[in-house]
C-alpha cells in the first residue's frame, strides 16, 4: 500500500545550518506531495506542497521538489533559524477522497 | 482565518470512563478529521466525515465512535476509556481541496 517514509529524528543542527530532512515515498498513480510543520505545543499547519512531478513547493525559506524518478520530496532550507525548532511531517494524498498518508515525523532542534 | 478548535488542551480520564473529545471549525468545511498522534508513529486516522450525519472508518476506529450532528462540530467519543488510548488527538477539517487545517490538539492521559 501506499507510505511514506521519513529520516529519523531528531535532527540537531546549529543556528544558519543548512537543513535537510529526507522523504521518500511509495504510491500508485500520481500523488500529491505536502510538508506539515508542528510547533511545539501547537496542531499541525501546511508548510508547503507539490502536486506534481518537478514542482517545488516553497514557504518560510522552506523548499521542497517533487522528484518521481526517485520517490523523494525532501525538504531543504539554506539557513535555520531557532525558530524553526519543530516537528516535520511528509505526507501524500491517497485516492479521490484526498486522505492524507503520513510519515513518522522528524523532529528538528536548532541550537543557537 | 482559519479556525479549529478543540474543546480541550489536556484531559485526565480514568480507565473505563467515556470520553468526549469536541472539534469546532468556522470555515464551513465538508470534510473533518480525527487523528491520533504517538511519537515514533505519526498520524494515525481514526474516523472521517465528508457531511453532517456521514462517517467513515480510518485506519484504527477500535474503542472509538464518532458523532457529526451538525457541519461544523464533530465529536470523538472513547467509549470506556483504555491506558493505550492514552495519546495527542488531533482534529482536522478539509474544503474540496487538499489542505487539511488541524486544531491544537488534545493530550488525552488515561489512568
Known amino acids: 500500500g501506499d507510505s511514506v517514509t521519513q529520516m529519523e529524528g531528531p535532527v540537531t543542527l546549529s543556528e544558519e545550518a543548512f537543513l535537510t530532512i529526507n522523504c521518500t515515498y511509495t504510491?500508485?498513480?500520481?500523488?500529491?506531495l505536502f510538508w506539515y510543520v508542528q510547533y511545539p505545543g501547537e496542531g499541525l499547519q501546511l508548510l508547503l506542497k507539490a502536486t506534481k512531478a518537478d514542482d517545488k513547493g516553497s514557504n518560510k525559506g522552506f523548499e521542497a521538489t517533487y522528484r518521481k524518478e526517485t520517490t523523494s520530496f525532501h525538504l531543504e532550507k539554506g539557513s535555520v533559524q531557532v525558530s524553526d525548532s519543530a516537528v516535520y511531517f511528509c505526507?501524500?494524498?491517497?485516492?479521490?477522497?484526498?486522505?492524507?498518508?503520513w510519515g513518522a515525523g522528524t523532529k528538528l532542534i536548532i541550537k543557537p | 482565518d482559519v479556525k479549529v478548535t478543540q474543546s480541550s488542551r489536556y484531559l485526565v480520564k480514568r480507565t473505563g470512563e467515556k470520553v468526549f473529545l469536541e472539534c469546532v471549525q468556522d470555515?464551513?468545511?465538508?470534510?473533518m478529521f480525527w487523528y491520533r498522534q504517538d511519537p515514533g508513529l505519526g498520524l494515525r486516522l481514526i474516523y472521517f466525515?465528508?457531511?453532517?450525519?456521514?462517517?467513515e472508518k480510518g485506519d484504527i476506529p477500535e474503542g472509538y465512535s464518532v458523532s457529526r450532528e451538525k457541519k461544523e462540530r464533530f465529536s470523538l467519543i472513547l467509549e470506556s476509556a483504555s491506558t493505550n488510548q492514552t495519546s495527542m488527538y488531533l482534529c482536522?477539517?478539509?474544503?474540496?481541496?487538499?489542505?487539511?487545517?488541524f486544531g491544537p490538539g488534545t493530550r488525552l492521559l488515561v489512568l
Open positions: 482536522a477539517s478539509r474544503a474540496q481541496g487538499e489542505t487539511q487545517y
Open positions: 470555515m464551513d468545511h465538508e470534510n
Open positions: 466525515s465528508y457531511d453532517v450525519k456521514m462517517k
Open positions: 504510491a500508485t498513480g500520481y500523488p500529491s
Open positions: 505526507a501524500l494524498t491517497k485516492g479521490s477522497n484526498y486522505q492524507l498518508i
